[in-house]
């Protein structure tokens, strides 16, 4: 029930596109611009690609929406973030995060679900290839941003938890509660940054769990 009302909510945020053509993927767009595609059948069986351009520096009080969808080259929908954008079939769903992306799916009718083909050139593209590239080295890269995301969020926690009890109200109900990490002047510097850099890397892949939200 939730979803389907989730579902509803989302492709009312879709407005038609204004018919513009694709722009090209640049260089410099590397971490403000991401591209995914796909190419689906129509009912007649005719494929169309169809393509999911996010702008990550654009917002509702920006001229141009942050993500746009296109059937061959042509604006067709255009929207703010979450969205589902309809296509033959099913929808696309598309939402960001302070780091990147975190869902860039299509979703069938039937309850199917896969991953956009990101454009090569972007920075989700190029982290795909290193995936492929060197599978062990990309496993390990994930698992030291998962375990730097851990020790933060176990930092964030015990800080916490710690201003807290600092309370008069709360120290006398639940007593006193003194952090057993004490980080030195460049750790609270230095892990902040690494939670930032492994969110990202997981942003990249995808995989912008709820760890990434908390942690860095």
Same mark, same amino acid.
């Given at each position: ?8 909510? @989302? ?12 722009? @090209?993927?640049?260089?410099? @767009? ?45 604006? $067709? ?6 969205? *589902? ?15 990147? #992306? ?13 991953? #956009? ?21 990309? *496993? ?16 964030? +926690? ?12 709360? *120290? ?8 057993? $990490? ?23 892949? +995808?995989?912008? @769990? ?5 942690? *860095?």
């Amino acid at each position: 029930m939730l979803k389907k009302v989730k579902r509803r909510l @989302q492709l009312a945020k879709v407005k038609p596109g204004d018919g513009s053509r694709l722009a @090209q993927y640049r260089v410099w @767009q590397l971490f403000s611009r991401s591209l995914f595609g796909l190419e689906l059948p129509d009912r007649s069986g005719r494929c169309h690609v169809f393509e999911v351009d996010v702008r990550h520096m654009a917002d509702s009080t920006t001229k141009r929406r942050p993500a746009a969808l296109y059937r061959d080259g042509i604006q $067709i929908h255009c929207a703010n973030v979450p969205v *589902a954008f309809p296509v033959p079939g099913g929808v696309i769903e598309v939402a960001t995060s302070p780091y990147g #992306l975190k869902r860039m799916h299509h979703v069938r009718d039937d309850g199917g679900v896969r991953m #956009l083909r990101p454009h090569p050139r972007s920075a989700e593209g190029l982290r795909a290839r290193f995936d492929r590239r060197f599978p062990r080295t990309s *496993a390990s890269i994930g698992a030291v941003a998962v375990v730097v995301l851990l020790v933060g969020l176990a930092v964030t +926690l015990s800080v916490t938890v710690e201003a807290i009890t600092r309370v008069p109200l709360v *120290a006398e109900h639940v007593g006193a509660f003194t952090s057993p $990490i004490h980080l030195p002047g460049w750790a609270k510097v230095a892990l902040p940054a690494a939670g930032f850099v492994a969110a990202l890397e997981r942003s990249l892949m +995808l995989r912008n @769990q709820w760890l990434a939200k908390v942690g *860095a």
